[in-house]
């Protein structure tokens, strides 16, 4: 009898742990939302490259500042790749690059955005970079204020040797406040500042961009602790929050988000690569559309190209290559 009880016992153990993550995947993919945004053209690109973009979502989250903006916008332009062999790549597009957009004509990487969402977005980087985009992941920075709150805040860094800013910081547009150099362990509001923060960097979105790898490389390593697989509370928590933050394409699901996750760490890791295209002026004013960042139009294709075969070394990248 004890025998069989002992048995019976393991048996319901077994059916729990293996029930749990597949009712888990079952009701995390009912939470996803959905939106077209592939192009459609075909796949000449091995690997996988997904491309993410960080809206504002003003009023999502508290600390993100009113300002009354309409439209779609992106501060963040990011692309993921993970190429057959080599290092998992994490580049960011800076928000302002000049590109030709699809329809348009020339203008900011970030208008392609407002003009056409997703799709355009989308169309637009794959010409600028010749690299096809397999998924596409717009994230609300309201949702990543609650994903640091659910993981009980993340560590981020002002490092004096590499970013170029002054103390202590006063930042009026992101609301970031931080009084010296060095770490502190901060809450979803102050990561979204400290994401956000650009006016108080002589780097400017360059600086920016570098802060918003650091707050994915925090979250990513928080997200990925293995103390979460004994707590199915903060895994729901967790997952609600993250859910709640994404709008995917078409074809995405709850198993593209975990290997885009994997991906990130990868990215964000040693072996990884993270950075810029090569940038040849990043206050470029070719007149109508204000102050750009000009990529550099002898290396960039090589750069892209390299990304796509996986044949860059690992570390960061991002130099001028050219005088402004």
């Known amino acids: 009898m004890l025998r069989r009880r002992a048995g019976a016992t393991v048996a319901l153990v077994l059916v729990l742990l293996l029930a749990w993550p597949?009712?888990?995947?079952?009701?995390?993919?009912?939470k996803i939302e959905h939106v077209d945004a592939l192009s459609g053209t075909p796949d000449t690109t091995p690997g996988t490259t997904y491309l993410?973009?960080?809206s504002d979502a003003r009023g999502g989250a508290e600390g993100i500042k009113q300002d009354g903006t309409t439209g779609q916008r992106s501060d963040t332009i990011m692309l993921l790749h993970v190429p057959r062999s080599g290092p998992t790549a994490l580049i960011s597009l800076p928000r302002d690059t000049y590109v030709d957009i699809p329809g348009h004509g020339p203008g900011k990487l970030n208008a392609a955005y407002a003009y056409g969402g997703p799709a355009l977005l989308v169309s637009t980087v794959e010409q600028l970079t010749g690299m096809h985009v397999d998924h596409f992941v717009e994230v609300g920075l309201g949702g990543v204020s609650r994903v640091v709150n659910a993981v009980g805040g993340v560590t981020l860094c002002f490092d004096p040797a590499v970013d170029k800013v002054d103390f202590p910081i006063n930042d009026k547009d992101s609301k970031l406040t931080w009084d010296a150099p060095g770490c502190k362990l901060v809450d979803g509001t102050t990561a979204v500042a400290y994401?956000?923060?650009?006016?108080?960097?002589?780097e400017g979105d360059i600086g920016r961009e570098r802060r918003q790898r650091e707050l994915i490389s925090a979250v990513t390593?928080?997200?990925?602790?293995k103390s979460l697989l004994w707590h199915p509370s903060r895994q729901v928590s967790l997952i609600d929050a993250g859910l709640g933050a994404l709008v995917v394409d078409q074809h995405a699901n709850i198993v593209t988000l975990g290997r885009l996750a994997l991906a990130f760490r990868a990215a964000s890791g040693k072996d990884?690569?993270?950075?810029?295209?090569p940038i040849a002026n990043p206050d470029y004013r070719p007149g109508g559309v204000g102050s750009t960042v000009l990529l550099d139009p002898d290396t960039a294709p090589a750069f892209?190209?390299?990304v796509t075969d996986g044949t860059l070394e690992p570390g960061s990248r991002g130099e001028?290559?050219?005088?402004?």
């Not at 597949?22 to 009912?30: Q, S």
């Not at 990884?272 to 295209?277: A, D, E, I, K, L």
């Open 221 to 225: 390593g928080k997200v990925s602790d």
């Open 195 to 202: 994401a956000r923060m650009r006016k108080a960097d002589r």
């Open 320 to 324: 001028l290559t050219a005088a402004p």
């Open 304 to 306: 892209f190209a390299a």
């Open 22 to 30: 597949i009712g888990l995947t079952v009701w995390a993919n009912g």
């Open 272 to 277: 990884g690569v993270r950075g810029t295209p």
């Open 52 to 54: 993410l973009a960080g």
